[in-house]
């Protein structure tokens, strides 16, 4: 099937507009290879230091002459999703030995639970803990003795923290191995319910926690399709996975042996055989293109609106909120899982899952199929879906129909013809908007603004009663220079509440959401940014502003000459504690949401 001919365009102004950064990507992994990672170049001190930690490995190591692979984990109890890695290294070790290769830990990076931080001043540090991952990634791999690399992580700034490090080492073949969902429990639509509820003082506190422990109920990534499960779309549609591991359940045979398999295909793919397949190599703009394209057909979080831009610098490729838009306009939307629909991760996967949306994509032109990937035959291996036949894991086509078209569709036949994503340009700057779980009527609002710069300061407000009524919501001071950007999901409730009382409400933030946040418009990744001179610091309670996701519109509608002359609000102090003030340099040279938000790109002038 031909492709898009607007797919074509935007891949080629992707292209031309990182041509001269992809060249001097690819130069760097040229020079790293050469002199990098050939572990005889090291001193004898340097490798005896390297095997002491190992055991029955060192023979093996010491003679040099298969891949030692670098495992990069992000380990720990505290994410439900990260939980399941505990002991995959002792696994991975013996699978490797199985393919004559070895493997050892190399690092630790951190991760930080968006749900357990979410509402509180931790939440302040998740943006940036994305390049702390990126950062501790490269001192993982710093040590020059691994010919390949697996990364162990999931969520949402994981998955992007560890690609930008990694793809500082793109001369190295490297899997992104998952570890799947945790099996349905409380249908998300029903703990949104009892949350609506609790804001309104309908149900104790003890029944809501009773609620949320339902829904979060044991080891494994949380069900909604919010940015954890939509980094492992991406990565599927990158190439980055075994094909269709990303949703295979923890503890299940099927998760077992596509770990397996994960590792034992690194050890094929590395230069000193005939299939050299580096990471690098394989995030070219054509698989850029692609994680949009499945971000947009899935209704994926829009937080990628942000990690995508991030770690397509890291090889050299710039994408920009444009493209987003363009794809947007000729993306079919093809699912819809909560908090697009009602169906969680587990229904995506058993209607068909990763692999369907793939094989669907491929076949009506509107995905790159000629790209490099771990698995063997291309981006066709990842339209079909992993099986065990017996003890064998074998891949399956899919038949001409999902198992449910209630939450996956085909091509032909898609939820909307157009993706659920936005952007909205006017007075106050550029704004993202998902639309595809916001119902149609909602997408034009007009009203008079209340302006807050606390998102505690909202849920006040609400409960005083002093948001009854048609209300854009803003909360500012919100920007990843301000106070590191964070989720302002916790207004999702009270927003829902006034909603569903029938008054027209949107949410308007230099700020973003959680990828699990919904069917309230939000105009969110506002920039220029409050901190620093954006126009949202100009606007005053009663201000009226029109956000239209029809036409892309987001303006306040004061008098032309007013406006220019309004004073910008002075900003909150820095805040200090839950070690914020630590993160300070972060906030003070990242770059703006649409360029990923990084200090660490930026100041390294990528
Ligand atoms: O972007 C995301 O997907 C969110 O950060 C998600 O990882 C976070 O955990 C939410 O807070 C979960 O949703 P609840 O807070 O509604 O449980
Ligand atoms: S999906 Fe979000 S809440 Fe669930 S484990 Fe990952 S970061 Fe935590």
Same mark, same amino acid.
């Given at each position: ?43 004898? =001190? ?5 095997? =002491? ?554």
């Amino acid at each position: 099937m031909t492709l898009h001919p607007e797919i074509a365009a935007v891949t080629d102004r992707v292209i031309e507009r990182s041509k001269a950064r992809r060249r001097a990507y690819l130069a760097l992994l040229d020079a790293e290879r050469e002199s990098g990672n050939d572990r005889p170049k090291l001193g004898c =001190a340097n490798l005896a230091h390297a095997y =002491a930690g190992t055991d029955e490995q060192r023979e093996q190591m010491k003679a040099g002459r298969s891949m030692n692979i670098g495992i990069v984990s992000a380990y720990n109890d505290l994410l439900s999703a990260h939980a399941v890695y505990y002991r995959y290294p002792e696994q991975m070790k013996i699978w490797a030995h199985e393919a004559g290769a070895t493997a050892q830990v190399a690092g630790g990076v951190p991760a930080m639970c968006d749900g357990v931080t979410q509402g509180y001043q931790g939440m302040e540090l998740s943006l940036f803990s994305r390049d702390t991952i990126a950062l501790s990634t490269a001192v993982a791999l710093s040590h020059r003795t691994f010919e390949g690399a697996a990364l162990l992580g999931i969520c949402d700034k994981i998955v992007p923290g560890l690609l930008m490090g990694a793809l500082r080492f793109g001369h190295l073949p490297m899997v992104l191995i998952p570890g799947g969902p945790m099996k349905s429990g409380l249908a998300n639509k029903e703990k949104a319910k009892i949350r609506e509820l609790y804001a309104e003082g309908k149900v104790s506190r003890d029944e809501l926690l009773d609620a949320e422990i339902a829904a979060y109920h044991s080891k494994g990534t949380c069900t909604f399709y919010g940015t954890a499960n939509s980094n492992q779309m991406m990565m599927e549609a990158m190439g980055l996975h075994m094909p269709g591991a990303a949703f295979a359940n923890p503890g299940t045979k099927l998760r077992q042996e596509l770990t397996r398999a994960a590792v034992h295909r690194l050890t094929e793919i590395g230069w000193n055989g005939d299939d050299y397949r580096p990471i690098g190599h394989v995030v070219d703009e054509k698989a850029i293109v692609n994680a949009a394209i499945v971000l947009l057909a899935t209704g994926g979080s829009t937080n990628h609106l942000i990690h995508v831009p991030a770690f397509a610098r890291a090889a050299g490729i710039t994408i920009d909120w444009d493209d987003f838009d363009r794809l947007s306009r000729i993306v079919p939307l093809l699912t819809r899982v909560y908090p697009n629909g009602s169906a969680d991760v587990n229904g995506f996967e058993d209607a068909g899952g990763p692999s369907f949306v793939i094989r669907e994509l491929l076949g009506a032109g509107l995905m790159h199929g000629d790209t490099l990937t771990v698995g063997k035959g291309g981006m066709a291996d990842y339209g079909r879906k992993p099986e065990m036949a017996g003890d064998t894991l074998v891949w399956t086509e899919h038949g001409e129909k999902s198992g449910d078209d209630t939450i996956v569709r085909t091509a032909s036949d898609p939820f909307s013809s157009e993706g659920g994503f936005r952007i909205l340009k006017g007075n106050l700057g550029r704004a993202c908007i998902k639309v595809s779980a916001v119902e149609r009527e909602r997408w034009t609002i007009e009203a008079p603004c209340r302006v807050f710069a606390d998102q505690l300061e909202v849920q006040e407000a609400f409960k005083a009663g002093e948001l009854e009524r048609d209300v854009i919501v803003v909360v500012r001071f919100q920007g990843p220079k301000a106070n590191g950007m964070p989720e302002l999901h916790k207004l999702t409730p009270p927003l829902g509440v006034l909603q569903n009382r029938g008054f027209k409400v949107a949410l308007v933030t230099d700020g973003r959401m959680s990828g699990a946040s919904g069917k309230v418009p939000c105009a969110i990744h506002l920039s220029p940014e409050a901190l620093g001179g954006g126009p949202i610091a100009k606007l005053r309670d009663g201000d009226v502003v029109r956000l239209c996701a029809e036409s892309g519109e987001l303006s306040a509608l004061v008098d032309a000459a007013e406006w220019e002359a309004r004073e910008h609000v002075a900003a909150p102090p820095p805040a200090i504690g839950t070690g914020r003030e630590l993160f300070a340099m972060l906030r003070h040279h990242c770059d703006e949401a649409e360029k990923g938000a990084s200090a660490m790109l930026a100041e390294a002038g990528l």
